[in-house]
């Protein structure tokens, strides 16, 4: 089994655990071991898949507007959680290859390993939706087979993407590619970066 095929393994679990109650306020039962990968991605795709919904509540037209700041508030902690754990998977990653001889001619990616990881959750989430649009009964059938062409090209970008990140940790553990991370450097969460905060002072 490749390394995509156990994190997709992990994300289709969390997505189906998430839709037993369908509800945003659902605590999280992660069944793996607090110190595995798998656990820090199942919290992952378990987040996302809160947070997915979240959007969608909040994009109701006739939402009162305190509640919508609430949910914008917790959307921005969403946020903040997700980049946080993305640094905790390419921390796994570091630790993991820190003992590979790098070739001189080593190059380096667009992306951590932990941030095409993150679309691959995210992927799992719309393929689930997009099924669910597919298999709709009070939907037309100009609908459903719109929704299944979307499909489709959603199953073709995740055996693309899957085949992409195997490929980059191979290339990572040979030392035809090496990992370099930049820490979040979010302006807007900081008090004293954000104008709006720090001129309140």
């Known amino acids: 089994m490749s390394n995509t095929e156990k994190y997709n393994d992990v994300f289709n679990k969390a997505v189906n655990?998430?839709?037993?109650?369908?509800n945003v306020d659902t605590p999280i039962n992660n069944p793996y071991d607090r110190d595995s990968l798998e656990n820090r991605l199942y919290l992952k795709c378990w987040i996302d898949s809160v947070q997915w919904h979240l959007?969608?509540?909040i994009r109701d037209p006739h939402i009162d507007p305190l509640e919508a700041l609430s949910l914008k508030r917790r959307i921005d902690r969403s946020n903040q959680d997700r980049t946080d754990l993305v640094e905790q998977i390419d921390s796994y990653f570091l630790h993991q290859y820190s003992d590979v001889?790098?070739?001189p001619d080593a190059r380096i990616n667009t992306e951590s390993p932990a941030w095409a990881i993150d679309r691959l959750s995210i992927l799992a989430l719309k393929i689930y939706h997009m099924r669910e649009q597919v298999e709709r009964t009070d939907?037309?059938?100009a609908h459903q087979e719109r929704c299944r062409a979307k499909l489709a090209v959603l199953l073709e970008q995740k055996r693309d993407l899957s085949t992409a990140i195997d490929q980059l940790l191979?290339?990572?553990a040979a030392g035809r590619k090496y990992m370099k991370t930049y820490r979040q450097m979010k302006m807007y969460n900081d008090p004293s970066t954000n104008p709006v905060l720090y001129k309140k002072k």
């Open 17 to 22: 655990d998430y839709h037993v109650l369908d």
């Open 55 to 57: 959007e969608d509540l």
């Open 101 to 103: 001889n790098v070739l």
């Open 139 to 141: 939907a037309d059938k």
């Open 170 to 172: 191979e290339d990572i």
